[in-house]
């Protein structure tokens, strides 16, 4: 199965129609992957560890995994790994381990490495990857599928069909331990391909915000709890993208140094949905616009209190904060998008158009 280009003429890069193309993603591993993901919490229960394994965007899966596994899932053993870490380091695996390792296309050495280190101790293995891609399946003992291939080297579809499967993961895994709310929250991740429609709707005001900054001189993305991997993910998107300096932080992080190099010229973006950090980051969002910076939040709709502090705000359907990664990311993503396009950019080459980066390839592999 490939992606079928949508609107070509008007939107000449892939990376466009992937994210557009989400809805249909997650409906797709709502219906199509439940199965297997049920036959993997069944797997996980004699399990006395699991080790969630990535690299790049897919790492950033990991750590939104990590989370829904422990707080939804209720298993503290559980660890979020990047790959080359997890093969360097590796921890003492056996046949009580389990290891899931993410990978979009299946390409990326040290996530094959890691499946290879995996069975080789004995560990159960299972992969998420894309449909037809070239991971190796013959190393995992349970292969789930996200999405169609991914066009564009910027990410998005992949990433978001993995989130899914660990939330539903996460869930099952929960209602199989009675955890409160387990039930609910699969109720309403059904809801998700509407909820990604309904942020995808909000591209003319994305727009607008990425042609008022795109002569930005930095760009800083803030978030804590699963949104804390939704800055690192943004981050990495507008630098694969566009190549403009950018950092995530998680959010106190951010205050305890990186916010002293905030100042005019600066965007700092709050993926501030109502949650933990939300009284911290009306006190951070206050302090961003004392230093002369652009301060710029993602709320939830109707939000009162800290959108009466940022200069500029872009209201989200209210969902619950398991929820929130998955949805708050896609205007984001657009974001990503035109400012990239806004810049001049080609966002799915990986910057390959650049004959000083094709020079620069040639000295290392992915």
Known sequence: MTAQP????QHPYYMYDMMTAQPKAVARVLSEES??????????????????????????AALVGEFYLRQIGGREDVRSWNSFEFCAYPPALGPSDAVIVLSHRGTKRYSARALELARSAGAYTAVLTGIGS????????????TSIPDQ???FTISHTAAMTCLALLAIELGARASRPGAQQLKSDLQDLPLLIIEAL??????RKLAVETRDAQRFYFTGWGPNA???????????????????GFQMEQYLHGPFVATHEGCVVTFIAPPGAGYS?????????????????GLVELGDADLSNVLSRTIELPTVQE???????????????????????????TFRLDDPKHQAARENYEL
């Open 6 to 9: 949508s609107l070509r003429t």
């Open 35 to 60: 199965d297997s993901i049920a036959d993997l919490a069944e797997r996980l229960g004699a399990i006395d560890r699991i080790h969630i394994v990535g690299i790049g965007t897919s790492w950033h």
């Open 134 to 145: 070239a991971a190796r399946k013959d190393l995992a003992q349970l292969v789930i599928h």
């Open 152 to 154: 564009s080297s910027a």
């Open 201 to 206: 709707s909000l591209e003319s005001e994305v």
């Open 229 to 247: 991997s939704t800055a690192y993910e943004v981050a990495l998107k507008i630098k694969e993208s566009s190549y403009l300096a950018t950092e």
């Open 280 to 296: 911290r980051a009306i006190q951070l969002a206050k302090a961003v616009n004392e230093t002369g910076g652009l301060s710029v």
């Open 322 to 348: 398991f929820l929130t990664p998955l949805l708050y990311l896609v205007p984001l993503q657009m974001f990503t998008y035109w400012l990239a396009v806004e810049s001049g950019r080609n966002p799915d």
